[in-house]
């Protein structure tokens, strides 16, 4: 909508455009945009990094464009969009013809090193931008040494406080000794903004053989900056496998946690035996469970010495089909599948 200009509503805008709040607008796609694009944007006097972020403002504050940068130096073509003359009052959307567009980088102010940032519907232009920041961050949160099942997944996070002045957004990378285990960060950078926290994300996955390598593994991981990837947080985690599979000889080996065996008769109606190997002393569970995923028995088996051991578990009342069993240890817990035949 066409906005009436008083030196009220001029002051309330350029304040409205410095502050942090004139950040969390809305973009409104209209009919009527310019595209601004350039190759030679910096932030703190380099090529503008991979992941930052552009915004464009009307004289009045409202956000009427954004662009994440994917090639290091380069940016656009971003719509900056226009005022929509055929909406209802108050409704604002943005520039009108002849507009000044204030740009931002990484919530810094920029400035217009070459080019014309006014808005005309339809056309192209090529603005380069220069923008600083204090880029700096702490960690507030890293992850604790922890354990898993061979062949699984566990998900672990760094959290670190942004400490600089514009937003900030992180990476990581990991690696790990035995070539067996497969590591994988996420693929998208974790935003926050100045003095907020982000977290950084990373799965590992266990290799279920040791094949000569201990169980227990260290993970170093290196979590960077993408608004200066000089700053750099290296750290590491000891995971330890518990479970089944993680023996030199097999299958057969004993692990050190607890081996399950393949209860026999199988298909069964309608008992069968489970038999499982303790490495040392637990608090054991049988647990049964359906296709569905619903636990159908619970069965506290006690306190147990480290040995094989056999329990019988009889299906009374249970339909047939396919269901789980699971032993649940202290140190861990291994499932295996069964079939009941009535």
Not at 129 to 142: E, N, Q
Not at 143 to 167: A, E, Q, S
Not at 253 to 279: E, V
Request: contains cysteine; hydrophobic residues 40%.
């Amino acid at each position: 909508m066409r906005k009436a200009y008083c030196f009220i509503l001029v002051v309330l805008a350029l304040s409205f455009i410095g502050s942090s709040t004139a950040l969390a607008n809305d973009i409104v796609p209209t009919p009527w945009s310019t595209f601004f694009r350039d190759s030679l944007t910096t932030y703190n006097g380099l090529d503008i990094p991979v992941g930052s972020v552009i915004d464009a403002y009307d004289p009045d504050g409202i956000r009427c464009g954004t662009w994440i940068v994917t090639q290091a130096g380069l940016w656009g073509n971003m719509a900056v969009y226009g005022d929509d003359p055929f909406t209802a009052l108050p409704e604002d959307e943005g520039a009108e013809e002849g507009d000044t567009i204030t740009f931002w980088v990484n919530q810094r102010p920029a400035t217009v090193a070459v080019g014309d940032p006014t808005f005309a519907n339809q056309a192209v232009k090529l603005v380069q931008l220069a923008a600083t920041g204090t880029v700096a961050y702490s960690a507030v949160d890293l992850p604790d040494d922890t354990v898993i099942v061979p062949g699984h997944t566990i998900k672990l996070g760094v959290t670190v406080r942004n400490d600089g002045n514009g937003l900030d957004f992180y990476k990581l990378t990991a690696t790990s000794p035995d070539p067996n285990w497969t590591i994988t960060p996420q693929d998208s950078f974790s935003y926050a903004e100045a003095g907020a926290n982000a977290t950084v994300y990373f799965n590992v996955t266990a290799s279920i053989w040791n094949n000569g390598y201990p169980p227990t593994n260290t993970i170093t991981y290196t979590l960077y900056s993408g608004a200066d990837t000089t700053l750099k947080l290296t750290d590491s985690v000891e995971i330890q496998k518990f479970g089944t599979n993680v023996g030199e000889d097999g299958p057969n080996a004993l692990p050190n946690g607890f081996a399950l065996h393949q209860n026999y008769p199988n298909p069964f109606n309608p008992s069968t035996t489970i038999a499982f190997t303790l490495a040392r002393r637990s608090q054991v569970s049988l647990q049964v469970i359906d296709v569905l995923g619903r636990t159908v028995r619970n069965e506290d088996l006690g306190i147990l010495p480290a040995e094989t051991h056999e329990v019988t578990f009889t299906a009374d009342g249970m339909a047939s089909g396919v269901y789980f069993y699971r032993i649940v240890t202290d140190f861990g817990s291994e499932s295996k599948k069964m079939m009941l035949v009535k």
